[in-house]
């Protein structure tokens, strides 16, 4: 099954619902790849085991891994995490997260600014290149448990919007500008 992403309607109602435009615009994995999001669909039944998934790590330096399971049973200040989850934000590295079980969303702007909703599956292996803004939020079913992957150590430092300064940003959007119409390729 393919990832699904639309153009969000903004809204200050329940964050866990869809927010669909009316009419609905959906956005391509072509768009996304135009954003520098990367996409792969892979098995989570054994991910340990899954030569696509080996090859995506070796290829692209995926040294360390952990596990994230959100949800309010098994995570300590559930609200507050998920509220600061869900602030329009950067990082300075790639954002690599892999869906195991669960489903929720990533949302992340485009060119022009408006929110794109990417909704990860089991499944769904997405990457956002550094100094895009985003955020992450669940959606009803509010469970998903997702394997974390980075470049060397461990770093969720988030940097809240505006960052327009910031070294990453910067080369996002110096990027973004020399690949203007230029699809990047998933593994």
Not at 34 to 41: D, I, Q, R, S, T
Not at 108 to 135: N, T
Not at 166 to 186: C, D, F, M, T
Request: hydrophobic letters at 30%; proline letters at 4%.
């Amino acid at each position: 099954m393919a990832l699904q992403a639309w153009y969000m309607e903004e809204n200050k109602e329940d964050q866990t619902l869809p927010h669909h435009c009316n009419p609905k615009e959906h956005v391509s994995l072509s768009k996304l790849a135009e954003l520098g999001v990367l996409y792969w669909h892979l098995n989570p039944k054994d991910y340990e085991n899954d030569k696509e998934f080996q090859t995506i790590r070796q290829t692209r330096g995926y040294n360390y891994m952990d596990l994230l399971d959100l949800c309010p049973e098994k995570v300590e200040n559930y609200e507050e995490k998920l509220k600061n989850f869900y602030r329009e934000h950067i990082h300075a590295d790639e954002e690599i997260r892999y869906c195991l079980e669960g489903s929720g969303y990533f949302d992340v702007r485009d060119k022009d600014d408006r929110w794109i909703r990417i909704w990860i599956k089991e499944g769904d292996m997405i990457v956002l290149p550094a100094g895009i803004y985003h955020r992450f939020t669940l959606d009803t079913t509010n469970y998903v448990k997702l394997l974390r992957l980075f470049v060397g150590e461990p770093v969720w430092t988030c940097y809240n919007r505006p960052q327009e300064e910031h070294p990453s940003r910067k080369e996002y959007i110096k990027n973004l500008s020399e690949k203007v119409g230029v699809a990047l390729q998933a593994y």
